[in-house]
């Protein structure tokens, strides 16, 4: 490819055509990109829309950090959500970390001052780090601490507010004790990742708890979870045909042509695509480590074998990253 940008729209492949089964995807249904810390920054969404314009309804961001003290405006802080720093033209839906009530509020001010009319709450970041410190998913099993801060927040701010949420910590009685909360307050919509935080990303989404709750809430409910194909989809919207809500993380960074054939009954190039996009991020990049970073997700959905995403590992600047992934991609669709 050169650098140049010769992929606004995939291309069809019209050699050994693979039909995929029957779309699915209806005029209702909208694509959510999920958070994804340190990945799905403005940088990865402007790029990414700039290649693919319209294919992604919104994107909730990488949460913002609720700290003790002053949470009042700075460009540092909210420097991901700043209007000029969003170029893309999917609905962008800041997202907070944290448990302090009156830093929820200042936070939620100082969006609304960006324009911004809702604001997600982070209930289901999984790691330790985050668990120890009663944040995200860490909350799930003080159902009283996250009303009071439902509570104290949902009247006093001058958006919506959403929350995004885990089965629970060790056990799915956690979300149980939260829905007469959820059906109570005015939250916009629910996301869920039907896993516990103690899964982490390792076990099976649990499709009969999801499926169980969803017949339990009187909120819009967005589903969240181990989207890797069309075929999941599918199998997801068959199973539950009044969600409309899908959010997808490490399947669009897998495959970011995903997108492209959920809604559609076309095969597309991942290979042209991925490269598109990796030197759409080249131009803003400033550390050869995020790159590879995205390259240990791109490599998955392009089955690039190991020895060679080795050589993607040892690059040490981004001119040496940018050859090698453009020789294992020459190499992959060598004819």
Not at 42 to 64: E, G
Not at 161 to 171: A, C, D, N, P, W
Not at 232 to 247: A, S
Not at 285 to 307: C, H, P, Q, R, T
């Amino acid at each position: 490819m050169n650098g140049e940008l010769r992929v606004l729209f995939p291309q069809i492949k019209t050699k050994n055509t693979f039909v995929f089964e029957t779309k699915l995807f209806s005029p209702e249904d909208k694509l959510i990109m999920a958070p994804m810390q340190n990945l799905t920054g403005y940088l990865f969404r402007n790029a990414y829309n700039k290649l693919f314009p319209n294919i992604i309804d919104k994107a909730i961001t990488p949460f913002i950090s609720i700290t003790h003290g002053s949470n009042c405006f700075s460009k540092r802080k909210f420097r991901d959500v700043l209007k000029e720093h969003n170029t893309s033209k999917m609905e962008i839906i800041p997202q907070v970390l944290g448990n302090d009530i009156n830093a929820m509020i200042e936070i939620a001010e100082a969006l609304f001052s960006l324009g911004y009319k809702e604001m997600n709450l982070n209930l289901g970041c999984p790691f330790e780090r985050t668990l120890k410190k009663d944040r995200g998913a860490g909350l799930l099993s003080d159902t009283k601490r996250i009303e009071n801060i439902i509570e104290g927040v949902i009247n006093k701010i001058p958006i919506n507010l959403s929350l995004k949420l885990r089965l629970g910590v060790e056990e799915k009685d956690d979300i149980y004790r939260l829905i007469p909360i959820i059906n109570y307050y005015p939250i916009k919509n629910i996301i869920i990742h039907p896993r516990l935080a103690i899964d982490k990303y390792e076990s099976k989404v649990n499709l009969d708890c999801f499926e169980d709750v969803i017949s339990k809430v009187n909120k819009r409910v967005v589903y969240n979870g181990d989207i890797f194909s069309k075929e999941d989809f599918n199998n997801l919207k068959l199973r539950f045909p009044t969600i409309n809500d899908w959010m997808i993380g490490r399947g669009l960074l897998n495959n970011p042509l995903l997108p492209f054939e959920i809604r559609s009954n076309e095969y597309f190039q991942k290979e042209e695509g991925v490269l598109a996009l990796h030197a759409e991020l080249l131009k803003t990049a400033k550390s050869v480590n995020k790159m590879k970073e995205y390259w240990s997700y791109f490599s998955k959905g392009l089955n690039i074998e190991e020895d060679k995403l080795s050589i993607i590992y040892t690059c040490t600047t981004l001119e040496e990253l940018d050859k090698e992934v453009r020789n294992i991609i020459r190499d992959m669709t060598k004819v």
